[in-house]
């Protein structure tokens, strides 16, 4: 790395470090000074939370599918219930 790199690179830290203040008692979170929002910084923690939400997602349209499933079945059921009964009407 070169030391124009360095010194571009060490003059954006502290201007990101003037801006972000770190919340005490939480290492991977910190404060934006101009808009007060806490921001997470720690980025496996970050990556843990969308794969989180992901397979929460996916179970999701999981029990969807498998519900919509069950309604179908239930609706055949019905179905053949129903032409049974007639069948058995047309018996006696």
């Known amino acids: 790395m070169s030391v124009n790199e360095t010194c571009r690179r060490q003059v ?7 801006r972000y203040l ?16 806490i921001i997470n910084i720690d980025k496996s923690s970050i990556q843990q939370a969308r794969d989180k939400k ?3 997602l996916e179970k999701k349209q999981e029990e969807l599918r498998l ?4 309604n179908a079945i239930e609706s055949d059921i019905s179905d053949i219930k129903l ?4 069948i058995a009407l047309k018996i006696n």
Do not use: C, F, W, Y
């Not at 954006?12 to 003037?18: A, T």
């Not at 519900?67 to 069950?70: A, K, L, P, T, Y």
């Open 22 to 37: 770190p919340v005490k008692g939480h290492s991977g979170l910190v404060r934006d000074t101009e808009t007060n929002a």
């Open 12 to 18: 954006l830290s502290s201007i990101i470090m003037s």
């Open 67 to 70: 519900r919509q499933r069950v």
């Open 54 to 56: 992901q397979l929460r």
């Open 83 to 86: 032409m049974l009964q007639k």
